[in-house]
């Protein structure tokens, strides 16, 4: 069962961190108040992210990172107090919080980043192309309107992308590699992913001319599913990394974004 941002955390209980016994919630409350907290804390991240990247630098200050297959478990253990905080991205942070009640997000962001799409190091030509259809979808206003259908309360829901009356997509197929748990990026409705990298996917094989299927898998097996050729692209809020460019290429950063930190409070 998927478990998104939108609902409630009580039925997400899989994870691949620790199963240490809870601590009081008010000890958890005063554990983590601000960054300068973190050092020796029980963090709580999504395996392979970039929030996992940015915690790894914690241990060796004594703190402990305990690693989840989604963020929706991270979030549940933080509820349990299992432990201090997590450090996530600030969207699906805000639908964390918004869908459980006891807990916030610190007003200091932990860290800022950029989405770009991800390719094979090989394909240099798909790269390409993603980054002119990005350009003109930009330039056109596209790109601001797919973000905005989402995020902010003044147009949120108002301005959908739909695929042009007439589009060819005679080419073929492009298989996005994704992780349908980070709202509103990408996540389960109805049984389909939608959300901001979806969309935006959608426009840019509207642009190159070919059909989008979508592929839903753990994050940490995009990379290697691109790698191999089992998918075309990676589309997940996928922050560039030097670690990750010794991997893969990166398109052309489409988003700002910035991780977060979520405590009980």
Known sequence: MLCTAAVSLTACNSNTGSSSAPSSSSAVEARVKSIDDLAGAKIGVQLGTTGDLYASDYEEKGSTIERYNKGADAVLALS????????????????????????K?????????????????????????????????????????????????????????????????????????????FEPYEYQEGGKVVGIDAMLAQAICDKLGYKLVI?????????????????????????????????????????????????KG
């Open 80 to 103: 349990q107090d299992k432990i201090d905080c997590v450090i996530i991205d600030s969207e699906p942070a805000k639908a964390f919080v918004a869908a459980n009640k006891g807990l």
């Open 215 to 263: 592929d839903d898998m753990d994050f940490d097996a995009i990379i290697t599913a691109v790698q191999s050729g089992k998918a075309d692209f990676g589309m997940a809020g996928m922050t560039v990394t030097e670690e990750r460019e010794k991997s893969i290429n990166f398109t052309d950063t489409y988003t700002k974004a910035k991780q977060v930190i979520i405590v």
């Open 105 to 181: 997000i610190l007003d200091e962001p932990f860290a800022e980043e950029e989405y770009a799409i991800c390719v094979a190091k090989n394909n240099t030509e798909l790269r390409d192309n993603i980054n002119k259809a990005l350009e003109e979808l930009r330039k056109d206003g596209t790109v601001d309107k797919i973000i905005k259908n989402y995020i902010g309360d003044d147009t949120k829901g108002k301005t959908p992308y739909e695929t042009p009356e007439g589009t060819d997509t005679s080419k073929g197929e492009l298989h996005m590699a994704t992780n349908a748990t």
